[in-house]
Every structure is written in structure tokens, then in C-alpha cells.
């Protein structure tokens, strides 16, 4: 019988530069996206991965990240590989936040369990029910000229759902929208991400000139803390209302699905902690009613690996995830995923289905 204690835990840094150093959202801009790498391994080597991702908008940044998880793996250490519950039990006593960390332990715990079971990762969530995902791929903030050709680009590539980041000045947003949709035609999906830019008042205005130009979504519209201004939103525009910053946690999720705040929720590993927590999101979706997909994996293959076995794996998911931004990031620190035709389809080797690159895994050699 394979040894199911974990044994040891080492960290890499992940620093991945963007193709276009440029590239910016309403809350900020940053040419390169990091994070850690943590891999968990028992006594014969085998080993899980999991990503966390240093967000600096939502509160994460590189030092921080390891000074958390540098707390936090000593719990893990000499804990069995399928004891996911205690473990996650254990962490969150000694730490009730910091979910970017917790998430990363949480993913590798899954991808080792997979592993010692030999099977995908979406066994572990009750099997697949899909094997593939379109691709939401985001339209980082430019002048609507700029905007509108990088949406050709993206269309070029076979993506048929393209989500267009704005910064809450109403009339210029509403120029890039009409660039947009001018330039690819009627006959690709579009949603919009505010990334809580606009007030209420402003949002509606915004969306209601927006509405002309078809689109899905709207991904949140208002401050994090509007939660009113987001409700109200949600019942004065034809479009549909998505929460992103502000369901960074189950019980934020379970106060929006209560209150029916909005009308679909997007479902990210990392914030939410990890895996387990994504799925309990999912159900409480379900269970009010409200839609969800999963957001932006921005970040490794890793990151996005993982999220696709659980979309796999979820009946909900009926609209395109943001599974496809490792396609514009430089220096990943896995391989074995790509994008076909604006679609990802669910990895079917052990795990997750990704591995370290060579590189990855001298430095993985060498940490201590």
C-alpha cells in the first residue's frame, strides 16, 4: 500500500510577465502576475500541487503569501493525504482568513489524493458531467480602436465569448462596448466588468445603454461594500447582474443568494478558499436559485487545471469561464493544458492533469 502521510512541503515563487506589460483593470495594473506554488508530497514521492495567488486588490501579495503558508504548513506536515476535513479544520482554527493560502493547501491536498488514488481529479467531485468549457477571455482597458482590434484578435483565435473590462466613465465605456460589437459582429457573446467602478445610479445608466448592444452580464458593477447599490442594480437593468469581489467567502456568497442581491455569482478557488468551499458555493447557488460560473483563474495552468475538473464535475455551469488568461502570461511554471478553438477541455491524466516544467521541478529539488 502506498504511504499516505504527507511528508514534506516546499514553495516556489511564481512571477509570470504579462505579453502586455500595459495590461490594466480598474483597480490597478501590474506587469506581471504572481503567486506560490506549493507541493505536498508523502514518503515514495508522490506528489500534489496547489496555486496561490497573490491578488494585491484583494488583499494577497507575494511576502505576505509566504509568510502565511511558511504559519500554516507545519499543520500539514505528518497529516494523512486524505484527511482533508481535519486538515482544513486544523488551518482555519490557527487562521480564519487569508483564503488565497488556504486555497493553495486545499488544491494540493485534492491533486495529491487524486494522485494516490490514480484517477482524475473530477472523480473526487462525483465525476464529469461535461468535458469541455468555452472560454471567457478578458479585453483589458485600451482606447476603444485598441479595445475593438485585440477583440478581433481574440475572435481570430476561435473565442466566441470576450468579457471587456471599463472604469466607470459611462460614456467612454459605452464607446468601447459599441466599438466592440461593431467590429465582431452580432454573433459573439459579450459581458462587461466594471470591477466595482461605477456608483448605482451610474451603473444603470451605463447598462441601459449598454443593453442595446447585447449583452450577457455585467460583473460587479458597484463597490464591494454597496451591497444596496448592487441589489438595486440587479432589478433596474435587463442585463444580468454578476457579484465577483464581493462573494470572496461562502458566507458572502450565502448573504447575496439569501437577499437575492444578484442574479448569477462568479465562483473563483482561490478567493473562496479552495476547492471544498467552491463547491459548497455552488450548491448554495443551486439551492437559491442563482446562477454561477467560474471567474478569472489568473494565474499558472495549475490554477486553471483544477478549476476545469470542478466545472467538469458541476451541472450548473452554463456559461463560459475564465479559465484561458494563461494564454497571455509568460514563464508558467506548468505545462499540459491549451485552448482549442476557444474551448479547454477537462485534462484526463492523473490529478489535475498538469505538471511541472523542468525548471519547476530543480527548483522544487531544491527547496528546502
Not at 30 to 47: F, I, K, Q, R
Not at 178 to 189: E, F, M, N, S, Y
Not at 272 to 289: D, M, Q, S, Y
Request: proline share 4%; hydrophobic share 45%.
Amino acid at each position: 500500500m502506498r504511504p499516505t502521510k504527507i511528508v514534506k512541503a516546499s514553495l516556489i515563487p511564481s512571477v509570470m510577465p504579462k505579453e502586455d506589460p500595459t495590461w490594466r483593470f480598474a483597480l490597478g495594473a501590474n506587469p506581471t502576475t504572481e503567486g506560490w506554488v506549493l507541493a505536498l508530497s508523502t514518503a515514495d514521492g508522490t506528489t500534489g500541487y496547489g496555486y496561490a495567488s497573490a491578488s494585491a486588490h484583494l488583499g494577497s501579495t507575494l511576502a505576505g503569501l509566504k509568510a502565511i503558508l511558511d504559519r500554516l504548513l507545519p499543520l500539514v506536515i505528518g497529516q494523512d493525504a486524505f484527511n482533508i476535513e481535519a486538515v482544513l479544520q486544523s488551518i482555519t482554527a490557527n487562521l480564519a482568513r487569508h483564503n488565497q493560502a488556504k486555497g493553495a493547501i486545499d488544491i494540493a491536498m485534492y491533486d495529491l489524493m487524486a494522485k494516490l488514488l490514480d484517477v482524475p481529479l473530477y472523480k473526487l467531485f462525483g465525476g464529469k458531467v461535461r468535458d469541455s468549457v468555452p472560454i471567457l477571455r478578458i479585453l483589458a482597458i485600451k482606447k476603444p480602436d485598441e479595445m475593438a482590434a485585440n477583440a478581433q484578435k481574440l475572435v481570430d483565435k476561435g473565442y466566441n465569448y470576450l468579457k471587456i473590462k471599463v472604469h466607470g466613465d459611462v460614456a467612454e465605456d459605452v464607446a468601447c462596448v459599441r466599438a466592440i460589437r461593431k467590429q465582431v459582429g452580432d454573433g459573439v457573446h459579450l459581458t462587461i466588468d466594471a470591477n466595482q467602478s461605477y456608483d448605482a445610479k451610474s451603473a444603470i445608466t451605463a447598462l441601459n445603454r449598454m443593453a442595446e448592444y447585447d449583452l450577457d452580464l455585467v460583473e460587479q458593477p458597484v463597490h464591494i461594500d454597496d451591497l444596496e447599490g448592487l441589489k438595486l442594480v440587479t432589478e433596474s437593468v435587463p442585463v444580468v447582474v454578476e457579484a465577483d469581489e464581493c462573494a470572496g467567502s461562502l458566507a458572502e456568497v450565502m448573504n447575496l443568494v439569501r437577499h437575492r442581491m444578484v442574479d448569477a455569482v462568479s465562483l473563483k478557488i482561490p478567493n473562496l478558499g479552495g476547492v471544498r468551499n467552491t463547491i459548497a458555493a455552488a450548491h448554495v447557488c443551486e439551492a437559491g436559485g442563482v446562477r454561477y460560473r467560474f471567474g478569472a483563474a489568473v494565474g499558472s495552468r495549475l490554477l486553471s487545471a483544477t478549476a476545469m475538473h470542478l466545472a467538469a464535475a458541476l451541472p450548473g455551469v452554463t456559461y463560459a469561464c475564465e479559465f484561458g488568461e494563461f494564454d497571455r502570461l509568460l514563464d508558467d511554471p506548468f505545462e499540459g493544458i491549451e485552448i482549442e478553438g476557444g474551448v479547454l477541455h477537462v485534462p484526463e491524466g492523473v490529478g489535475c492533469g498538469v505538471s511541472p516544467t523542468a525548471d519547476s521541478l530543480e527548483k522544487f529539488a531544491a527547496a528546502v
